[in-house]
């Protein structure tokens, strides 16, 4: 076939493309391990019956954490891996590889979209865009983490409600199929909400008219939406609001109009910066990496980049491709400029995938008008003029270079944060993800010697005793630093400087009470320590190692009414069999 004969790829060869191009970029993660924040959605009970594992997940937040804190409801992402583990098992690796089927099938449903909405005349502008988009290195994040699972489900099932909309299928079904995916959107990720304008303007702006079916493809967004707010008031049993801390977004502390702005100016900057230029990614900013609240470089190009929206929607405003490319860049970013919400870490890569579809075709159509030319997926069809084709080959070489970099990045914590660390050596939460990780290493390996348990201890309080120089008012580091007090450096009167101030800032956490009962136990303060062990126990009644220590402690130092009591609330409650009978085994003096 010569090149000037057009070549059009089925829907199965256009994925053929975009399942290649995800295993050139990111198969080394089938040997990656669990990472941050995979715990939200890696098993934890695995032994608990199918039926029983699958009522909570619909019944309870997507994120608990050890501070007591619960938010969020995507309860399709958690499904997902359960049904994954049920047939496979508990493999990380193939979690991965799950992952990367996922990305790919997410590109070929934007291509399939792209083209129902522009048609075959912009074909060259949509290939353009799929390649770009396909290998940012921006992406790496929502492709690599598990957790971010989430963000693939709610992509996937937003562009298969767009594809029904915009097909040839009869109102009745296509409309019921759209709402079906955009529920399972809501159900997944709230990055969906955009929605509500991008739905409506399609359709308006591929038919030129205003009529029913753009009235109806809001209404299909809304009634997703309907639905995730019914699930959550009818299963959940409390409804949360996040609450963010100082470390996670400086505003927090700072907050006003102004601040706001500089931050979401700051944001455009970033964004369109490490879209195309990727040197800084991480997989976590918030505070200690940038200074956001002051004048610098990246402000300097976020006001560049709203200059530059407003030349190219003057100089092109009959281009359907660059206004939506531009529509949907902001409308998406709208999400986490941190002016209407604040968002944790203030900016994040993985924020960056749905808006950069915008960021893609404007650069896309630019280059199609310039005259390079991408007929069909196939690399021998990039056409152009020399300089232009290479260019444009040079900058996918480059980004797809800097995406493997970014996999083996992701191979591990350790490797993870220490990449990371060394882009931001003060940013505040990788010192103390880096700190934690070195602390449950030396801890849990059994494998190591005792100098290297030694030496990762002594790592680990180096790195907690920096974050705190970064920021001191986070409980966990301050928690974790006296432990380290405690246990390591043996300086128990210490250790309870550094509990008690975490207790000043969040009085919920159980860890740091049982933490406090031990430095006063080996300070021969018993009535404290035991008041201490009673309190973790209360923050957390459900742990049944805290009750049976409570209750060893209680007979251990003649607490007899104390332990009375406590044997017959186990005795009339949901512990387990182990329990009570560990406990009743115990005699009462």
């Known amino acids: 076939m010569s090149h000037s004969q057009t070549y059009i790829p089925s829907q199965k060869q256009t994925f053929l493309f975009c399942l290649i191009m995800a295993i050139i970029l990111y198969i080394p993660a089938i040997k990656n391990g669990y990472n941050l924040d995979d715990n939200f959605v890696a098993a934890k009970d695995v032994h608990a019956p199918f039926g029983k594992r699958l009522t909570e997940i619909f019944t309870t937040h997507y994120i608990e954490n050890e501070g007591g804190f619960t938010y969020e409801y995507r309860p399709l992402v958690k499904l997902s891996f ?27 449903l934007l ?39 989430d963000i693939l489900l709610c992509f996937i099932f937003c562009f298969l409600a767009m594809n029904q909309i915009l097909s040839d299928k009869k ?118 990496t940038f200074d956001y609240l002051h004048f610098g470089f990246y402000h300097a190009t976020g006001i560049a980049v709203i200059s530059g929206s407003a030349y190219l929607f003057y100089k092109y405003q009959k281009n359907t491709v660059i206004v939506f490319g531009l529509f949907t860049f902001y409308v998406f970013l709208s999400m986490y400029l941190n002016i209407v919400r604040l968002v944790s870490g203030v900016i994040a890569d993985r924020f960056t995938f749905f808006l950069s579809i915008g960021l893609c075709l404007i650069l896309a159509e630019v280059l199609t008008l310039n005259g390079l030319s991408f007929k069909a997926l196939r690399f021998k069809y990039l056409q152009g003029n020399a300089s232009l084709k290479w260019g444009f080959a040079g900058v996918i070489l480059i980004f797809t270079i800097v995406s ?43 494998q190591i010697t005792m100098t290297q348990k030694r030496d990762m201890t002594l790592k680990s309080y180096e790195l907690f005793k920096k974050a705190q120089g970064v920021y001191g008012g986070d409980y966990q580091t301050l928690n974790n630093i006296g432990y380290l007090e405690l246990y390591v450096n043996l300086q128990p009167d210490t250790a309870i400087v550094y509990l008690k101030k975490s207790l000043q800032i969040n009085n919920r956490f159980p860890e740091t009470y049982e933490n406090i009962a031990e430095a006063y136990r080996r300070t021969n303060q018993l009535d404290s320590s035991i008041r201490y062990r009673k309190l973790a126990w209360i923050r957390d009644t459900k742990n049944e190692n805290r009750l049976l220590k409570l209750y060893a402690e209680y007979l251990k130092y003649g607490y007899t009414r104390e332990a009375t009591w406590l044997k017959a609330y186990c005795n009339k409650n949901k512990y387990s069999e182990q329990l009570k009978a560990n406990v009743n085994s115990r005699v009462v003096n």
């Open 111 to 149: 291509h399939r979209f792209l083209m129902l909405y522009l048609g075959e005349a912009k074909r060259s502008s949509v290939n353009l865009t799929l390649l770009l988009f396909a290998c940012m290195p921006i992406h790496s994040e929502v492709v690599l983490s598990l957790k971010n699972r």
């Open 404 to 446: 493997l970099k970014r996999t083996f990045d992701w191979k591990n914590k350790f490797t993870l944060y220490q990449a990371d660390l060394a882009k931001a050596p003060d940013n505040y939460k990788l010192n103390t993800l880096l700190a934690t990780e070195y602390a449950q290493e030396a801890k849990n390996n059994k």
């Open 82 to 108: 359960l049904m994954e583990e049920q047939i496979f098992g508990h493999k990380p690796g193939l979690s991965h590889f799950i992952n990367l089927l996922l990305y790919a099938w997410a590109l070929s």
């Open 171 to 288: 109102p009745i079904v296509k409309y019921s199929l759209a709402t079906l995916f955009f529920t399972g959107a809501f159900l997944s990720k709230l990055d969906v909400v955009p929605f509500i304008f991008v739905a409506p303007f399609v359709v308006y702006t591929k038919y030129n008219i205003f009529s029913k079916p753009v009235i109806y493809s809001l209404l299909l967004v809304l009634f997703g939406w309907l639905m995730l707010l019914t699930l959550k008031a009818g299963l959940l049993q409390t409804m949360t609001t996040r609450h963010l801390e100082f470390y996670e977004n400086p505003l927090t502390l700072q907050d006003s109009i102004t601040n706001r702005f500089l931050v979401a100016i700051f944001s455009i900057g970033y964004y369109v910066t490490q879209a195309f230029v990727p040197i800084s990614l991480m997989s976590y900013y918030g505070y200690g």
